[in-house]
């Protein structure tokens, strides 16, 4: 281990929380000063569109209790230097640091204006605000992007009981993260549920009448709407790092083993890596488990030094239930060459398909088949060949 006294964590959060906990069981004795723009203790985001939306308000992740004193809350990083190795506070007051782990996480994108009635979904505050605006009993729900968070929206809101419209710019919605069969089920299992899905189409701006009246489409219709969700995915929060010299583009870049200069490591959605298992793809991932286990790594390889840092290779793996189904993925079906369907079928709404490029497994997506999404991630993690399987 080498010699660092103090450590900056910027980022409260899951990836944060955990690279504070292992600092600590891995013995580190030094200072650890983590710094959050939120003013809770940190917090599972999953819930937020799901069980928070009906009642859930548990969402406190374990160990959240046990952060000190060092935990400034409510505070902003609003500039890095690195040269320097100090962090400029938005208060103005400035912290040194031997070692940074950089947690920002990611915001979502919005449109140009977002009138009264428009939510978009990533705090505590955007899930309490959504609740009663839903409870509130607003006839027409609008939500704007097919997305996991798109389609976790409109299968609670159909299960609160209201009108749900989903517009989705793409043919079949989150074709690009389960490829285009399961996308297509995706699409008869929303309308099957009763949510009004229109396809191929974009937002173009809102109807205001003191809050939201409508939708504007780019097909030139409008849409009657009182409440507008948009789910249209989000940006890395790496504002703060602009003058820093970190090579930011889409995310922190770092190497193999999440260093983003030789004392910085980054984690989590923020963090964009080259994955040693897709023949170093650079990429970026919005997932729970990603965010924890490379909080974890991030701060053991910040502690090893990048001479003794090990890469971060783990599968990308996401669960989600819209209208009763469980969807999973894992691996990155989105850079297959070919796919095979090795369970069920999408008419059973049961199924599991194999995603290969050049005949070597790189992903799996399951409907209501989670046994296959063990083998099927098993198989891609060991880099199995597609005719494997079939
Ligand atoms: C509604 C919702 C549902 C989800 N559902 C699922 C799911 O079902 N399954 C799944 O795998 N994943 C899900 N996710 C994704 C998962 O929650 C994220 O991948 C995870 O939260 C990422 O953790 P993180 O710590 O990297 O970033 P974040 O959780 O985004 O946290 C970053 C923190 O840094 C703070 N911050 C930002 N900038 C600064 C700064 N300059 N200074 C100080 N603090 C700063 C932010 O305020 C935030 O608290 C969901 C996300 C949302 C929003």
């Not at 080498?2 to 069981?25: D, F, M, W």
């Not at 030139?220 to 583009?249: C, F, H, K, Q, Y």
């Amino acid at each position: 281990m080498r010699t660092l006294n103090t450590i900056a964590v910027v980022g409260a959060s899951l990836a944060g929380l955990r690279a504070v906990q292992t600092l600590r069981k891995e013995g580190f004795a030094g200072d650890i000063t983590l710094i959050g723009a939120e003013h809770h203790l940190p917090y599972n985001r999953p819930p937020l569109s799901k069980s928070m939306l009906r009642a859930d308000d548990e969402i406190t992740l374990p160990g959240a209790e046990d952060l000190g004193d060092q935990w400034l809350k409510g505070r902003q990083a609003v500039r890095l230097n690195a040269a320097g190795r100090r962090l400029t506070l938005d208060d103005g007051s400035e912290i040194g640091y031997d070692g940074l782990i950089i947690a920002t996480g990611a915001r979502p994108r919005r449109l140009p204006s977002h009138p009264e009635g428009v939510h978009t979904l990533r705090t505590v505050e955007d899930s309490l605000a959504l609740r009663a605006e839903l409870r509130a009993g607003h006839e027409h729900v609008v939500v704007i992007g097919g997305g996991f968070i798109g389609g976790e929206v409109a299968s609670t809101a159909r299960a609160l009981g209201h009108d749900v419209t989903l517009v989705d710019a793409s043919p079949y919605p989150m074709t690009n993260v389960l490829g285009a069969e399961a996308a297509r089920w995706l699409a008869h299992h929303h309308r099957d549920n009763g949510v009004d899905l229109v396809s191929k189409t974009r937002v173009t701006g809102f109807e205001v009448d003191g809050r939201v009246t409508g939708v504007r489409l780019s097909d030139g219709r409008t849409l009657p709407a009182d409440l507008v969700i948009a789910g249209m995915g989000v940006i890395p929060n790496t504002g703060w790092l602009e003058s820093s010299g970190l090579t930011l583009s889409d995310g922190v870049v770092c190497d193999e083993t999440l260093f983003a200069a030789p004392n910085m490591v980054a984690a989590g959605d923020v963090a964009r890596w080259p994955h040693t298992l897709f023949g170093g793809e650079l990429v970026r991932v919005e997932h729970w488990a990603n965010a924890s286990d490379q909080g974890a790594l991030a701060a053991l390889n910040l502690l090893a030094g990048p001479e003794n840092a090990k890469p971060y290779a783990d599968l990308p793996s996401f669960a989600t239930h819209m209208h009763g189904a469980r969807i999973q993925t894992a691996g990155l079906p989105h850079l297959a060459d070919a796919s095979h369907i090795v369970t069920g079928s999408p008419g059973e709404d049961r199924f599991a398909i194999a995603f290969a490029r050049n005949g070597v497994l790189v992903g799996a997506v399951a409907v209501n088949a989670p046994k296959d999404l063990i083998r099927l991630k098993r198989a891609t993690a060991a880099a199995d060949r597609l005719d494997s399987l079939t």
